[in-house]
T-cell receptor, first 116, second 117 residues
C-alpha cells in the first residue's frame, strides 16, 4: 500500500490566492522529504528539501517566498504556493525515504494545480 | 552539466518482446545509487529497481533487470516479456552521497515506452 500520502490530488484556484499541499509519510518517520515539480511531458525537477524542525533547502532558481515549505513533524510536510499565478500551474509531487542510502524515494500521488 | 541522461525520448516495443531503456550518468562520487521509476499516465511514481555503485551483480526484480556498466557509467533498464501495462514514462535517477547526507534523487528526462499489441 501507499507509504506517502499527498492531498489534494487536484486543485483549481484563482490568481492571487494561496494553495497548501500536504504530504504525509504513513508508516515511517521522515526527517527529510522532497518536493518536486513536473511540467507536462517533462522530468521531475527538485524544488526543495524539507527538513523536520529546520528550514527547507531550496534548489537554485526556486523562490523561497513563493513556495513555502513547513516540516512541522516527522510525518508531515506542507508546500504552500503563495499568491499563485497561472505559470505556477503544474504537477507537484512529494516524496520521502526511509533511512539508508539504498532506500528508494516513495512518492505521493501528486497534486495537479491549475491557477486560473 | 547533465547528471543523468536518457537519450531515448520515445520507444516502441512489441508485446512479449524485451526492451532496453538507456541511462547514462555523471558523477565523481565513488558511492552512489541508481534507481528506475515508472510513471503511468495517472502520474504516480512507481519504484522499479535499484543498483548501488558497489554492487557486484546486476540488480533484478521480476521482469526488470539493470544492465550496470560502471566503467561506461551506464545503467540501462531491461524489461523482459513486455506487457501492455508497461506503457508509461520511465525515469532513471541517481542519488549521490553528499556531506549533508540528503537522500535527494536527480532524475533524467525520461523515456516514453509504448507497448504494441
Amino acid at each position: 500500500g501507499a507509504v506517502v500520502s499527498q492531498h489534494p490530488s487536484r486543485v483549481i484556484c484563482k490568481s492571487g490566492t494561496s494553495v497548501k499541499i500536504e504530504c504525509r509519510s504513513l508508516d515511517f518517520q521522515a526527517t527529510t522529504m522532497f518536493w518536486y515539480r513536473q511540467f507536462p511531458k517533462q522530468s521531475l525537477m527538485l524544488m526543495a528539501t524539507s527538513n523536520e524542525g529546520s528550514k527547507a533547502t531550496y534548489e537554485q532558481g526556486v523562490e523561497k517566498d513563493k513556495f513555502l515549505i513547513n516540516h512541522a513533524s516527522l510525518t508531515l510536510s506542507t508546500l504552500t504556493v503563495t499568491s499563485a499565478h497561472p505559470e505556477d500551474s503544474s504537477f507537484y509531487i512529494c516524496s520521502a525515504s526511509r533511512q539508508g542510502h539504498n532506500s528508494p524515494l516513495h512518492f505521493g500521488n501528486g497534486t495537479r494545480l491549475t491557477v486560473t | 552539466a547533465q547528471k543523468i541522461t536518457q537519450t531515448q525520448p520515445g520507444m516502441f516495443v512489441q508485446e512479449k518482446e524485451a526492451v532496453t531503456l538507456d541511462c547514462t550518468y555523471d558523477t565523481s562520487d565513488p558511492s552512489y545509487g541508481l534507481f528506475w521509476y515508472k510513471q503511468p499516465s495517472s502520474g504516480e511514481m512507481i519504484f522499479l529497481i535499484y543498483q548501488g555503485s558497489y554492487d557486484q551483480q546486476n540488480a533484478t526484480e521480476g521482469r526488470y533487470s539493470l544492465n550496470f556498466q560502471k566503467a561506461r557509467k551506464s545503467a540501462n533498464l531491461v524489461i523482459s516479456a513486455s506487457q501492455l501495462g508497461d506503457s508509461a514514462m520511465y525515469f532513471c535517477a541517481m542519488r549521490e552521497s553528499p556531506m549533508d547526507s540528503s537522500y535527494k534523487l536527480i532524475f533524467g528526462s525520461g523515456t516514453r515506452l509504448l507497448v504494441r499489441p
